[in-house]
């Protein structure tokens, strides 16, 4: 089983040499600190900056320099501060090639549901839902099953929508899957994770085809 910085780990080796990539709140935005050393990779924050780098280390802080959920950051060389106007210019004009997101849950058919629980005071949906409807290639990092142990994994979402089948692959503690018309197919299983178990925490159709082999970090 995967903790959120193995999940981080797996994600990042989705990222492909010349990218630009944006990371979502939580467990995406450790993404960039596992992406390979001989790629060269850009890290869009819709709060404006591009060339985002790993996280700093404690003490070498900069509290100006954040990205869009107001986390201390690195810059890269080369990396550019824009207005809001300009960065969802960047993500609406479909010139980001990867999107990874959180999410609390996600349907069979793709959908996502990322940011309000009812009755729960939240400020707005802020920039998921121009990145669920401007990008081609969305991954949701997530935990398989909730704090009570049920599937975040379902046939229908139960929470407000940010997106409409729109996600392409999923990374969770237990799994790697990928939506399919059919549901979500399992393509690896995390260290020591049963397909069993698996199973059991997906509450949406899971497809198995052949063994399913253990991913690699």
């Known amino acids: 089983m995967l903790d959120k910085t193995g999940i981080a780990k797996r994600i990042a080796k989705e990222v492909k040499d010349g990218y630009y990539v944006n990371l979502g709140i939580g467990i995406p935005t450790l993404v960039a600190n596992y992406v ?27 509290a100006d320099v954040i990205n869009a959920g107001k986390q201390t950051i690195t810059t890269l060389p080369g990396a550019s501060f824009f207005d809001s106007a300009m960065s969802f210019s960047m993500i609406r ?16 058919q793709g959908d996502i549901a990322n940011w309000k629980i009812p009755g729960k005071m939240v400020k707005g949906m802020g ?62 299983r995390a260290p020591g994770v049963s397909v069993d178990t698996i199973k059991k925490a997906t509450e949406g159709t899971l497809i198995i085809e052949g063994d399913i082999p253990e991913m690699k970090l």
């Open 36 to 62: 390979r050393d001989d790629i060269e990779v850009e890290f869009q924050s819709e709060n404006g900056v591009l060339g985002m780098g790993p996280f700093p280390f404690e003490g070498e802080e900069d």
């Open 93 to 108: 004009g479909k010139h980001v090639d990867l999107t990874i997101l959180g999410a609390m849950e996600v349907s069979e």
């Open 127 to 188: 920039g998921a839902m121009d990145l669920v409807a401007s990008a081609e290639n969305i991954i949701v990092a997530m935990m398989h099953t909730n704090r009570a142990g049920e599937s975040k994994l379902l046939k229908s979402c139960s929470l407000p929508l940010t997106g409409v089948r729109c996600v392409k692959r999923i990374v969770t503690n237990l799994a790697v899957l990928e939506i399919t018309e059919a549901g979500f197919k399992l393509l690896e």
